[in-house]
């Protein structure tokens, strides 16, 4: 059996905020708040069996309002940044609010990781569903979307995480959850000793603004050769670094080698903890928390960068500024559905 139990922790513009946390019979739990669909916890075994946090969060719902960097959210309608929080669909050109610069990132100043979401009633308690119904307009998008946000705990400790929406007026959706993995257990260290292997034989290059220049180039001999698995440090330091790497670390999207499964492998050595992670998205953002500062502390622990390790699966980031890219438009009469799956074993 899995179990899931429910609790208001407070309250956000008069709704109420839960928390949701679901449980295995091995140990692993998930917990997460109708804020942002936010995953506050994931705990998991080590080697010698000791159940840990794996992912960065705080305990109170004040804090993520207050300083959350998407800890653990899902990020939308569009995740990533839209340059110049600009595009044009079916000739309306639309301008979305900016909240980087003049730059449109993660849903801008009121996405999906700021809302309350509805906790849906379902039977079975392995599943925790979220709903939203994002309004025309809302976060400067078209459309009325309707959107279901799953999360379901496994006996093999696997959560798997679906999205499905739909819409009235074509728009644009491209979701993604944006964990802060450390599998160190309880932030014991930073990520740089994390082995990182992805089937990914391109990745996209960034300008300064940290947007994709519509290329692809091939990860042959640089620092985005996750193939044969590499600690992120060798990156983070590397030689080939410093023209590639902008933000100081890792923060770009690797596109995915197609029919692949356990596309990506995490794995911490000391603890033994690894996590592979299956997607039927095309593309990871590799983020290592390049930008997180000692601003606010993490249930004890200092903020600072190289803390935690973002896999965020999704489409590419800008795709609708870029027609080489897939299509990230929805229109009326079609489903948006997504799934990415989060095992954790020992290695
Ligand atoms: C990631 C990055 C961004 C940003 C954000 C918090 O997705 O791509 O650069 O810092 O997370």
Redesign the pocket.
């Known amino acids: 059996m899995v179990f899931r139990t429910e609790k208001v922790i407070g309250e956000v513009n008069g709704q109420s905020v839960k928390v949701v946390r679901l449980s295995n019979k091995n140990g692993m739990e998930v917990a997460c708040l109708n804020y942002g669909c936010t995953i506050t916890e994931i705990r998991v075994p080590d080697r010698h069996g000791v159940i840990e946090n794996v992912v960065l969060g705080f305990d109170t719902l004040e804090e993520y309002i207050k300083h959350s960097?998407?800890f653990g959210s899902v990020?939308g309608p569009v995740?990533?940044?839209i340059a110049n929080s600009s595009f044009i669909v079916d000739g309306v050109h639309y301008q979305l609010p900016s909240n980087?610069g003049q730059h449109h990132?993660?849903g801008g100043p009121n996405g999906f990781d700021k809302v309350i979401w509805e906790v849906e009633n379902v039977e079975d308690e392995s599943i925790l569903s979220f709903s939203y119904e994002k309004a025309e307009g809302f976060a400067g998008y078209p459309g009325n979307l309707k959107v279901t946000v799953t999360y379901r705990l496994t006996h093999d400790n696997e959560l798997v995480i679906s999205y499905y929406a739909t819409t009235d007026k074509k728009t644009l959706v491209n979701m993604?959850n944006?964990s802060y993995f450390n599998l160190s257990g309880a932030i014991k260290r930073d990520i740089l000793s994390h082995e990182l292997k992805v089937a990914s034989d391109r990745f996209l290059p960034l300008n300064e603004s940290?947007i994709p220049t519509g290329e692809t180039a091939e990860v042959e001999g640089t620092a985005f050769d996750f193939r044969e698995g590499r600690p992120l440090e060798d990156g983070v330091k590397s030689k080939h670094s410093q023209n590639l790497l902008v933000?100081g670390g890792y923060?770009?999207p690797l596109i995915l080698s197609k029919n692949q499964k356990e596309e990506i492998c995490l794995i911490e050595p000391q603890s033994g903890r690894k996590l592979i992670i299956e997607t039927d998205e095309p593309v990871v953002?590799l983020?290592t928390?390049?930008?997180?500062k000692p601003t606010f502390s993490m249930r004890g622990v200092e903020a600072n960068k190289y803390l935690g390790v973002?896999l965020?699966t999704q489409h590419h980031?800008d795709a609708i500024n870029h027609s080489s890219f897939p299509s990230i438009v929805l229109d009326e009469g079609e489903e948006y559905k997504t799934t990415t799956a989060y095992r954790f074993s020992i290695e």
């Open positions: 960097p998407y990020v995740a990533g940044r980087e990132l993660h993604t944006h940290l933000g923060d770009h953002v983020y928390s390049n930008m997180m973002c965020e980031p």
